[in-house]
């Protein structure tokens, strides 16, 4: 069974900075793309960005909203995926998820979700 | 950036009826060099993560019931509910992956009237 399990959620003031793990397991982690996807309050989902496997350099790809901010990463030897935040604003506090794309094509749709880790940016 | 734009923003319907859904995307997310949308669908209740319903805009998700069916090409796209149950209330967010930044439609609310 597929199960994605995001830990290191929290309270942080503006400007400062948390680490979020997602644990993957139940599939080989290493062959699949790998994303987080936010959602503030009562809002609507906003992808974040992602992280490509080993055969594609583990590249990865920002929404404009945290470029510069966040950093992906992740270790395959663990099978987990990191989303580093730095600089963070009010306006980051959501729930954020960690989703798997189904295949490494690059293109593809998000087939699993974690529970969500919930970040709170407030003084 | 491809907006993703869904209405209505939330509907309610008679369980048994018909629930429709539309997302129009800013640019199409056809890709002819293999004929394919490049569309998802997701049903997301509360207090839960989203769930994939669809993709390949009309690909129904193994064991997702047969009352749910997508359509559309281009640029229009449709999430139908053919017979809604109770079971169905929630969010429904379309989600297109044909260019990053992937982006969402804001989210349709289904009630039950």
């Known amino acids: 069974e597929v199960q994605l399990v995001e830990s290191g959620g929290g309270l942080v003031q503006p400007g400062g900075s948390l680490r979020l793990s997602c644990a993957a397991s139940g599939f080989s982690f290493s062959d699949h793309y790998m994303n987080w996807v936010r959602q503030a309050p009562g809002k609507g989902l906003e992808w974040v960005g992602r992280?490509?496997?080993?055969?594609?350099?583990?590249?990865?790809d920002y929404a404009p909203s945290v470029k510069g901010r966040f950093t992906i990463s992740r270790d395959d030897s663990k099978n987990s995926l990191y989303l580093q935040m730095n600089s963070l604003k009010t306006e980051d506090t959501a729930v954020y998820y960690c989703?798997?794309?189904?295949?490494?094509?690059?293109?593809?749709?998000?087939?699993?979700w974690g529970q969500g880790a919930l970040v709170t940016v407030s003084s | 950036d491809i907006v993703m734009t869904q209405s209505p923003d939330s509907l309610a319907v008679s369980l048994g009826e018909r629930a429709t859904i539309n997302c129009k995307s800013s640019?199409?997310?056809?890709?002819?060099?293999?004929?394919?949308?490049?569309l998802a669908w997701y049903q997301q209740k509360p207090g839960q993560p989203p769930k994939l319903l669809s993709y390949?805009?009309?690909t129904r998700e193994s064991g997702v019931p047969d009352r749910f069916s997508g359509s559309g090409s281009g640029t229009d796209f449709t999430l139908t509910i053919s017979s809604l149950q109770a079971e169905d209330v929630a969010v429904y967010y379309c989600h297109q992956y044909y260019t990053t930044p992937w982006t969402f439609g804001q989210g349709t609310k289904v009630e039950i009237k």
């Open positions: 989703a798997r794309e189904f295949d490494s094509s690059g293109y593809s749709y998000f087939d699993y």
């Open positions: 640019q199409s997310v056809f890709y002819s060099s293999n004929n394919k949308n490049y």
């Open positions: 992280t490509r496997n080993k055969a594609n350099s583990y590249n990865t």
């Open positions: 390949w805009a009309s």
